[in-house]
């Protein structure tokens, strides 16, 4: 089965699991979407993820974060979908509910948050909105 927007796909999955308070959510590896969770493990969105290989194929596991049993993301967005791409520069990079979530940014150095790529003043394709 092929997937024409991963990011939606990882993004949607993560979405299902925390609706049904799901521990771990599993899908098909690729560099694009383990950058994406490393991205939001490193802000504390999910606890840890893990790349394995299943039946030939690599596959992440991510073991979502909860506190209280309620859910750390309480929402998560895409923004640049193939049909219509977003780009921003540095100075313009979005503010996602005033600071209070992150916008995940695919720039010449990697995936980084707004505040990162702002900061090294590097502008790119906004990918997805967390908060």
Same mark, same amino acid.
């Given at each position: 089965?092929? !997937?024409?927007?991963? !990011? ?5 999955? !993560? ?8 521990? *771990?959510?599993?899908?098909?590896? #690729? *560099? ?15 606890? #840890?993820?893990? =790349? ?16 209280? *049993? ?25 503010? =996602?509910?005033?600071?209070?979530? !992150?916008?995940?940014? #695919? ?12 900061? *090294?003043?590097?502008?790119?394709? =906004? ?5």
């Amino acid at each position: 089965m092929t !997937i024409n927007d991963p !990011i939606a796909d990882t993004l949607t999955r !993560i979405r299902n699991a925390n609706l049904v308070k799901h521990e *771990n959510v599993s899908m098909p590896h #690729s *560099n694009l979407k383990e950058e994406l969770i490393k991205v939001l493990k490193m802000q504390g969105y999910v606890d #840890s993820y893990v =790349v394995e290989e299943k039946d030939g194929f690599k596959v992440i596991t991510v073991t979502l974060k909860y506190i209280n *049993n309620e859910s750390v993301i309480s929402g998560l967005q895409r923004i640049s979908k193939p049909g219509l791409r977003v780009y921003s520069k540095a100075k313009n990079m979005p503010r =996602v509910f005033d600071g209070m979530g !992150i916008a995940v940014v #695919s720039t010449s150095k990697g995936l980084m948050t707004e505040k990162e790529a702002r900061a *090294n003043k590097l502008g790119g394709e =906004v990918l997805c909105y967390v908060w």
